[in-house]
């Protein structure tokens, strides 16, 4: 095979050509396969079947194609021939065939990484790097790319910096859009370049680009920066009022822009214009604030004497130190003592009354006598009482009037006792002048002149009579039980239902059931025995406990008789059972002698025959008359009780306690058992 290369490089095309041997001429196939690449340009009598070269016909025995070696990285190739070949004699005699087979490395060349020169940001209309553009204007980056493999450019990358920060909403764009940049900003880019393989060196532009405004009247401000862009002369206006800073008089007043008089003033508010000396009017009296003495009064202008006070509102224009006269005596305020008093102006004594009217003009004490008595009033104790002047003790009574004209507690002695009325605790009686307790009774009368309760003790016992319960009986003074015995005679004075133990045991003779018995107070079954020597104090039918087994005398007769009741029934049913045992053994024995009797006939024996026919038997209807012994109980002998006691209660029941224990009451016709 020719053409095939010692190596291949990717993509690159070589026509190969192969044959069967010589001679060229006669019949031949074959097949042709390549593990990687493209074929084309099949020649005469060659097709491409499943990949694999063959022979369209075995016409010829030399064939030609073109092959397309594979992408890079493809590595080793392998070829693989097939041919055959015949002398077209009808059989395989001279016929041959053979094989053979190549591999084919790839061709490895190092890729040289591309160029970026010339780098700059220009616009459109630019024919080179710039370094302002407008703020309408796009801008574009412009750069070289070279390779010396011959790569072309794929995909490079572009950066753009705005004020020195990256924009990424721009990389690898080649421009930046006028609405990106605003005025003021500095833009440039950088460019890395990349040939499908490897990236160049990172290459900045060789300018930045300021984006500006336009300035249309030249004096160096942008237009949108400049109040007035078609004015030379100006560019601000600082207080928007339409007039250039360099004109207006007043920059940053948007009300003013003329001081015609220069007065610092604008034309606007100056209340005159053309007058540097006057700039207001204040109170609008046509008079500017300079000129006029009162520029906030309308009513004056001028004032003559400087008094502060205009001359029209001046009642003495030329006199400084007048200004009014308001009570028109013709003698100003100032100098006038009583201004508002046209009957006066002069206070000699200076006692704030005028001299005109002052009863003592020289005396600055005095200005009047109300009483006439020649005393004036100030020194007057008594002002309208031309009788008094004086009041020593100062209690309100003038001393010709006055008891004790130096005391100040007293002024009359009523009773003449020589105590005063408001320390005489009796001032309309001359035996009495104390009341110590306050009762209205005076000490020298009162039997208790410190009680308030008491003036009495009738009966001498010290005790008052309101007090003491028997204000008569020099014995006795309190009732405190309230029984109508005096708590001296009465040996339970708090007790109202007691006065007298005559047995002297602390238990009153209304309450102590035996009054007479110190021994003895209560009585709680009744049965007229205390209860202290009662052995069973709430049981009526016992008193005695001689055994001291804590059980009554009289019970314990009755459980010892019924006991012994008991025992004699016991007795008696125990021989009843030994009868009746002896009588059913007999009744047993009996049955038991006739069933073997007969028995015994009914087994061979000879039993003489009884000849019952003249016999009678005994009726069946009649029982068996059985006789046992009857058992004697022997009969307890109960005596009678006695009477202990007799009384008669309250009610009129008459009552008697047994020595048994019982007690019993009269029903009108026989005694009877109350228990």
């Known amino acids: ?29 074959f097949n042709l396969d390549a593990s990687s690449g493209t074929w084309s340009n099949l020649g005469n ?48 005699s001279g016929d041959n065939w053979a094989t053979n087979s190549w591999a084919v490395p790839e061709t490895i060349v190092q890729n040289t990484p591309p160029v970026a020169s010339n780098v700059y940001v220009g616009t459109s209309a630019s024919s080179g790097a710039i370094t302002q553009a407008y703020y309408d204007q796009d801008i574009f980056a412009y750069y070289d790319y070279d390779d010396d493999d011959g790569d072309t450019e794929s995909n490079s990358q572009l950066r753009w910096t705005k004020d020195g920060v990256n924009v990424p909403q721009r990389n690898d764009f080649s421009n930046v859009p006028s609405s990106y940049t605003s005025i003021g900003e500095v833009w440039t880019m950088s460019v890395t370049p990349y040939d499908g393989d490897d990236f160049g060196s ?53 009300t003013e822009t003329v001081d015609t008089d220069s007065d610092g003033v604008g034309d606007n508010a100056d209340a005159f214009p053309s007058d540097p000396n006057e700039s207001s009017d204040s109170d609008n009296d046509g008079v500017g604030d300079n000129a006029d003495a009162f520029p906030n009064d309308s009513t004056e202008t001028v ?35 009583f201004p508002t008093d046209a009957g006066e102006t002069v206070d000699t004594d200076g006692d704030g009354v005028g001299d005109n009217g002052d009863w003592a003009p020289s005396n600055p004490n005095e200005s009047k006598d109300s009483d006439g008595d020649g005393v004036g009033d100030n020194a007057d104790a008594f002002p309208n009482d031309a009788t008094e002047t004086l009041d020593s003790d100062a209690d309100g009574v003038g001393d010709n009037g006055d008891w004790a ?6 002024t009359q002695d009523s009773d003449d006792d020589g105590v005063g009325d408001n320390a005489d605790a009796f001032p309309s009686n001359a035996n009495e002048t104390m009341d110590s307790d306050n009762d209205n009774v005076g000490d020298n009368a009162d039997a208790f002149p410190f009680d308030s309760n008491e003036t009495v003790d009738t009966d001498g016992d010290g005790v008052g009579d309101n007090g003491d319960w028997a204000p008569n009986d020099g014995d006795e003074n309190s009732d405190s039980d309230g029984d109508g015995v005096g708590d001296n005679a009465d040996v339970f004075p708090n007790n109202a239902a007691e006065t007298l133990d005559s047995d002297a045991d602390g238990v009153g003779d209304n309450s102590d059931v035996f009054p007479n018995n110190a021994s003895e107070t209560l009585d709680s079954d009744l049965d007229g025995v205390g209860d202290n020597a009662d052995a069973f104090p709430n049981n009526a039918n016992e008193t005695l406990d001689s055994d001291g087994n804590g059980v009554g005398d009289n019970a314990q ?83 009678e009780p006695t009477v202990l006691r007799q009384w008669t209660d309250e009610a009129g029941y008459t009552w008697r306690a047994m020595d048994d224990g019982s007690n019993y009451w009269w029903t009108g016709s026989e005694w009877q058992r109350s228990d």
């Open 303 to 337: 004032d003559t004497d400087s008094d502060g006070v205009g001359d029209n509102a001046d009642d003495f224009p030329n006199d400084p130190n007048e200004t009014i006269d308001t009570d028109d005596d013709g003698v100003g305020d100032n100098a006038d003592a």
């Open 1 to 29: 095979m020719s053409g095939l290369p010692s190596s291949y490089t990717p993509g690159q095309t070589y026509s190969l050509t192969w044959s069967a041997g010589s001679p060229s001429t006669g019949q031949g196939g």
């Open 202 to 254: 990172t290459v900045s532009a060789s300018n930045s680009v300021e984006i500006i405004d336009y300035d249309t009247d030249g004096d160096g401000y942008g237009d949108q920066s400049d109040a007035f862009p078609n004015d030379p002369n100006e560019y601000l206006d600082s207080d928007s009022d339409g007039v250039g800073d360099n004109a207006d008089a007043f920059p940053n007043d948007s």
């Open 557 to 639: 007769l009755i459980a010892e008789n019924l006991a012994a009741e008991k025992a004699a029934e016991d007795k008696a049913r125990q021989q009843m059972i030994m009868v009746v045992s002896i009588v059913v053994v007999l009744v047993v024995a009996s049955l038991g002698a006739v069933v073997f009797l007969r028995k015994r006939g009914n087994d061979g024996f000879n039993v003489p025959e009884k000849d019952f026919s003249s016999q009678v038997l005994p009726s069946l209807d009649k029982p068996v008359q059985q006789t046992y012994q009857q058992p004697v109980v022997e009969q307890t002998v109960v005596s």
């Open 405 to 410: 004209p130096n005391d100040a507690n007293e």
């Open 45 to 92: 009598r060659v097709q491409l079947s499943s990949g694999e070269l063959t022979h369209s016909s075995d016409l010829q025995r030399s064939w030609t194609a073109d092959w397309t070696a594979p992408s890079t990285g493809s590595g080793n190739v392998n070829f693989n021939l097939a041919v055959l070949y015949a002398n077209s004699n009808s059989g395989t």
